[in-house]
């Protein structure tokens, strides 16, 4: 009996491990069906030989396609895989996810390499046809690369019938897509291609514009006659653009019920976006529409997926999601390279995977680092689908390449160590070397919506986690059940079928499918848009088969409902025709007829913010362009995470003139002058240029009576790091003196010497002496970062008309040497009528220091817990209507490759590890708990040439961590700091020195927030904060923050925001923001930008105001629903910014009670 029980013991551990694993994969959403229980054995494989390899051919590894069709019209989906070396395959849909091989009876065997599949019923007989499009390599005879057309004949059989069509195209064709691009009924198409040249695909070169009687690369437009031939028309509707390319979708990018094209391109060709301008003709505006683009692009998908009825993008590159992989994969910063091409009129590009956000105001602000999809490894086919039917479309991601060739030591080392050879020899030698680089052999990615525009990876937790060579996908409800499921064509595998479970999982969860039936020309409702309502909330679909990778999806509608019921359903019609479904029941397939609908004129409107200002610089005569000094950073420190010469300008605004006008002043670059706008009684503005003088980029100014003579002096800080080395006299701040008249000139002896670059500054009278004391922030060591510069402390000590200002920075803590401040706030955050000090800065914790009455307490200093950030700004008000000041502090944001928490900190080493006379900075990050070097080797090996000597190879780089990177000698005494966090963030003030850092929702961490002003500026009795952002700092494979531009945090008055990002939406390296009134009493505000125009938004609504004096520190304000808040005036505050001291009054307050910096008050009903 024992011995039973023994032998029981040894199996039930593995017994119980498989028991689990079963359970398991039986509770996953998706499970694969068995080639053996589906019938599907199909597999695209590949024959290898001597004359035919990758070498020869580098498109070899790219797949081939799925089209999901009814071939039959029996209401099962069937399956039609592409293939690239044996023939294409049909698979009849028999129910119950069984299929049988009907190809050679149904007469599609095909021969040649095939790509995409495209589902159309062309001869609108009721039967779905399909069109294949045909490439192969260099070698391959025109007569085996033409495209087929198969047409069905209402039997299970086609008849292959391009020739006759005039379809019959012979070029290097990937896919097709049929679409009523000229609206006059009847289906054209749009041929996307790809090109065999004698060139490098990757160097930017003049783009070319071809005929297309010379370009091969240019896709194809071709115009349905209406009796079923074909004319290509691509010449006169301007489709002439190269590109190679892989994606292809029909969208109606600028919503004006027209059919636009858009295609993402491979390799360094700009992704094209073919606007339909509604006469036959279109325009490429992908550089207008897209910030910046995906560099390899492969496949792409157009849908809204975070349910504002907009369409959004997805394209795909080939970005590993490990360190091992990206070291080995990824070369250096090609900072040159990247600004010629720039110069050649190509878009930004970046290796990585690009998620474009519409922002519903014909702009898109790219966000996949953020929304956590940016890295999926060699990818092709992204699909958004609601594959949970929770109401929210999740997104999946075909990937893998079945010969490794990017990697960097074959790329790199294989290339050199055979050049000397013949070319037959080096070809051979290359060819044993590739053998030694496995596939990218990985599972496929699944990733959850999470409704907050972020996604989950749930690949592993939905079944999805089968290592594969996978290509073309496309999704279907193929047992219609009421879920979608999943069919991916992979090279050398059997392809694979993901049923879809949820409908047996959940018991909660609903569905409506729709189905639009079309006049005739359009059976199938190609173009019709439909949106979906829920409890306020609205889905968007579009009629648009073509998706994701060389496929086609069933021209039928599919959305989740979770348990909600709908409240209706909404369809245009490409004509224009509407109609309005109520109630629809779930769980059905809903067909729609186009007989049904009705003309109209009004429109069908997506959610939309509203908006609050007007766009004015060009009506009042605002017209200036901040230009940029030509010194780049990373000559000097290959290895920065960005540069710090490219971040001004500043503003400030003020009465310069004394004639009850607010002007304001902007800075500039070290070559050139900074100017005042003077504000004339129409409410136009002329430039005044400050007079010339030798100086460093012009950053914080500060607009304040300097001398006691009553009038408004300019402080303009110098920063930047053009001088490479600190202590150059052009780090030298200046202070002007106004005449009183608005003209002004360099006081000498005025200033302590600070030969220091700067940031922002900020004033505040904060011992109580009746002048204004300032704080200027230091923010970098010129060619030494990221050491210390220091911050300086300057006490008010002049007489009338003799302005002197004395260095007491040694009362702060580490004599000044805080760190690289970027802002500084004066604010009474513990409400003791004394005003203290709020820093921030780049590596460093939210920090306040104490005032005692007058003087700084180093030994009170605050250093919030956790909040290392990459901070750059902050800003002052009282956000919960508590009575006391809290906070709004903004970061790098979270759409950025690099992660940071407290457990797992960005970190920078600072140190002369090679003993060369100069700083590196050496950035780590974590993957997956383990601490790496962030530079990739090439760029490292510039910054230290004996990491080259370290690291023989990039294997050998890829493979070590950091703390094996360095000797404990080397590391010990760096100068070593630490970001735990890039969120920007809501501070609550808790009293008694205790905060709560919140951070800001999702939709705020687009990118890096600069300058805020804080207004209530919806009218509704809380406090807002209008911010402006991006930064075109980083270095080149980071690649610009572009994102978000500008928006409004709505407060609602307990501490909570909704954020508002209609508001003028910008593509610009946007810095400060500078609110002041107009000549007709409106708030106007400007935002600068690097490099940029300056911009000025005009509110919509004339409000009251009140007009500050310089001794006015803060208010109680009473609002006539009975509450009340805190709110103080800084004379400069979050980044680069200064507001004139107006204060604008909302219609909500009733009563505000003005205080001194001495505590006098003053009282001022409304």
């Not at 119950?96 to 007989?125: H, P, R």
């Not at 997805?314 to 091409?341: C, H």
């Not at 496929?444 to 937790?461: H, R």
């Not at 970190?907 to 780590?924: A, E, H, L, T």
Request: a negative charge.
């Amino acid at each position: 009996m024992r011995k039973k029980i023994s032998f029981l013991k040894k199996i039930s551990p593995i017994f119980l491990f498989l028991a689990l694993i079963s359970c398991k994969k039986s509770n996953t959403l998706f499970q694969e069906v068995a080639a053996s229980k589906s019938g599907i054995e199909f597999v695209n494989k590949l024959t290898y030989s001597d004359s035919l390899t990758v070498l020869d051919f580098e498109y070899m590894f790219n797949g081939a396609g799925v089209a999901l069709i009814d071939i039959n019209n029996d209401g099962l989906q069937d399956i039609l895989f592409t293939a690239n070396m044996v023939s294409a395959k049909l698979y009849l849909n028999k129910g119950n996810l069984k299929f049988e091989d009907i190809t050679a009876k149904a007469g599609i065997t095909t021969e040649g390499w095939c790509y995409g599949a495209s589902v159309v019923d062309i001869n609108q007989d009721g039967y779905l046809d399909v069109y294949i499009c045909k490439s192969g390599n260099k070698f391959t005879p025109p007569s085996q690369r033409k495209n087929m057309f198969f047409i069905n004949n209402g039997n299970n059989t086609f008849t292959e019938s391009a020739a006759k069509m005039g379809l019959d195209d012979d070029g290097y064709d990937v896919q097709s897509a049929f679409f009523d691009y000229d609206k006059d009924g009847d289906l054209d198409m749009y041929l996307m291609r790809n090109a065999f040249v004698n060139y490098n695909r990757n160097n930017a070169r003049e783009i070319k514009k071809d005929s297309i009687a010379t370009s091969t690369t240019a896709g194809k437009l071709f115009k349905n006659n209406g009796n079923l031939t074909f004319t290509d028309v691509s010449k006169e509707a301007g489709i002439t653009v190269e590109g190679f390319g892989l994606g292809l979708s029909i969208c109606d990018i600028n919503n004006d019920n027209w059919p636009d094209i858009y295609v993402s391109n491979d390799f360094i060709t700009n992704d094209l976006i073919w606007i339909n301008n509604q006469d036959g003709t279109f325009s490429n505006k992908g550089k207008h529409y897209l910030r910046h683009q995906t560099y390899n692009a492969m496949g792409n998908d157009v849908a809204d997926f975070n349910n504002d009825g907009f369409e959004d993008m997805v394209a795909v590159d080939m970005l590993p999601p490990d360190n091992k992989r990206w070291k080995l994969t990824i070369g250096g910063n090609r900072y040159d390279e990247f600004q010629n091409s720039l110069q050649l009129n190509y878009a930004p590009q970046y290796v990585r995977n690009t998620l474009q956000l519409n922002n519903g105001d014909g702009s898109f602000s790219e966000i996949a680092q953020v929304s956590g999809v940016n890295a999926t490894e060699w990818s092709w086919a992204p699909l958004f689908a609601d594959f949970d039917n929770d109401g929210w479309k999740d997104l999946f991601i075909a990937n893998g390449y079945r010969t490794d060739i990017t990697n960097l030591d074959f790329m790199v080392y294989g290339k050199r160590a055979i050049f000397m050879g013949t070319p037959e020899a080096n070809r051979n030698e290359r060819l044993k070397l590739l053998e030694n680089y496995p596939g990218v052999h990985v599972s496929n990615y699944m990733y959850k919506n999470n409704k907050d525009l972020t996604f989950s990876d749930f690949s592993i937790k939905w079944g999805i986690d089968k290592p594969s060579y996978s290509n073309g996908t496309a999704y279907a409800d193929l047992d219609n059940d009421g879920d979608l499921d999943l069919v991916i064509n992979n090279i050398d595998e059997t392809a694979l079928l993901y049923e879809n479970r949820n409908n047996a999982l959940s018991t909660t969860s609903q569905w409506l499918q729709v189905k639009c039936k079309g006049p005739q020309g359009n059976r199938d409702g190609l173009e019709a848009k439909v949106w979906l309502w829920q409890n306020g909330m609205v889905q968007f679909n579009y009629v648009a088969p073509v998706r994701g990778y060389i496929s086609s999806v069933p021209a039928i509608m599919h959305f989740g409902l979770s348990d909600k019921s709908i409240d209706s359903l909404k369809i245009l019609w490409p004509d224009g025709r509407q109609q309005v479904v109520k109630q629809p029941k779930a769980n059905q397939l809903l067909v729609l007829s186009f007989t049904d609908a009705i003309p109209t004129s009004a429109n069908i409107t997506a959610l939309k913010q509203p908006a609050f200002f007007t766009q004015v610089d060009s009506l009042l005569k605002i017209n200036y362009l901040h230009k940029e000094d030509d010194y780049v950073d990373f000559k000097a420190q290959p290895i920065l995470a960005h540069t710090c010469s490219h971040e001004g300008p500043g503003l400030a605004s003020g009465d310069v003139n004394n004639d009850g006008l607010d002007d304001f002043f902007i800075g500039a670059a070290s070559e050139y002058n900074g100017s005042f706008f003077i504000q004339q009684p129409s409410g136009k503005f002329i430039e005044k240029p400050l007079p010339s003088s030798i100086h460093a980029d012009d950053m914080g100014s500060l607009l304040f009576d300097a001398d006691n003579d009553k009038d408004l002096d300019l402080y303009v800080v110098s920063g930047g790091t053009t001088a490479e080395k600190k202590g150059s006299s052009i780090y030298q701040d200046r202070l002007y003196l106004n005449d009183g008249k608005g003209s002004f000139t360099l006081a000498q002896n005025a200033l302590p010497d600070m030969a220091n670059s700067g940031a922002s500054i900020t004033a505040a009278d904060y011992d109580k002496d009746g002048d204004l004391d300032l704080i200027v922030c230091g923010r970098v060591s010129p060619g030494e970062y990221p050491m210390p510069a220091k911050t300086y402390l300057l006490r008010n000590d002049g007489i009338v008309g003799k302005p002197k200002f004395t260095d007491i920075s040694n009362q702060l803590p580490q004599q000044g040497q805080l760190g690289m401040v970027t802002t500084a706030l004066w604010t009474d955050y513990n409400n003791d009528g004394w005003t203290d000090i709020m820093l921030a800065g780049e590596f460093m914790p939210i920090t306040f220091i104490q005032n005692d009455k007058g003087k700084l307490s180093t030994a009170a200093t605050i250093a919030l817990e956790n909040t290392k950030g990459w901070w750059n700004s902050l800003v002052a008000g009282d956000f919960d209507n508590d009575g006391d000041i809290d906070y709004v502090a903004g970061n790098q944001g979270l759409n950025n490759w690099l992660k940071a928490s407290p457990a797992e900190p960005v970190c920078v080493y600072g140190k002369d590890f090679d003993k060369n006379g100069r700083i590196d900075p050496v950035f780590s990050h974590y993957f997956d708990g383990t601490e790496y070097i962030v530079p990739a080797r090439d760029d490292i090996n510039l910054q230290m040439t004996a990491m080259k000597a370290r690291f023989k190879d990039y294997a050998a780089y890829a493979d070590v961590n950091f703390k094996h990177a360095f000797l404990e000698e080397e590391i010990k005494d760096a100068y070593l700091l630490k970001c735990e966090t890039f969120s920007s963030a809501y501070i609550e003030n808790k009293g008694n020195g205790k905060f709560e850092v919140k951070p800001l929702p999702v939709a705020a961490q687009l990118s890096p927030i600069y300058g805020m002003y804080c207004s209530d500026i919806n009218g509704d009795g809380s406090m807002d904060v209008v911010c402006v952002g991006n930064s075109f700092s980083p270095e080149v494979q980071a690649g610009r923050n572009d994102a978000q531009g500008m928006l409004i945090l709505e407060g609602n008055g307990k501490g909570g925001f909704t954020v508002n990002r209609n508001e003028f939406n910008s593509a610009s390296d946007n810095k400060a923001i500078s609110c002041l009134q107009t000549a007709d009493g409106y708030p106007m505000y400007l935002v600068s930008s690097n490099s940029g125009r300056l911009k000025a938004y005009k509110g919509k609504q004339k409000i009251g105001h009140i007009s500050l004096v310089d001794t006015d520190a803060y208010a109680m304000i009473y609002y006539k629903n009975g509450k009340s808040s805190k709110v103080e005036f800084q004379f400069g505050n979050s980044y680069l910014s200064q507001s004139s001291r107006k204060f604008f009054v909302s219609q909500a307050v009733r009563a505000m009670t003005i205080y001194s910096f001495n505590g006098t008050k003053r009282e001022q009903e409304f």
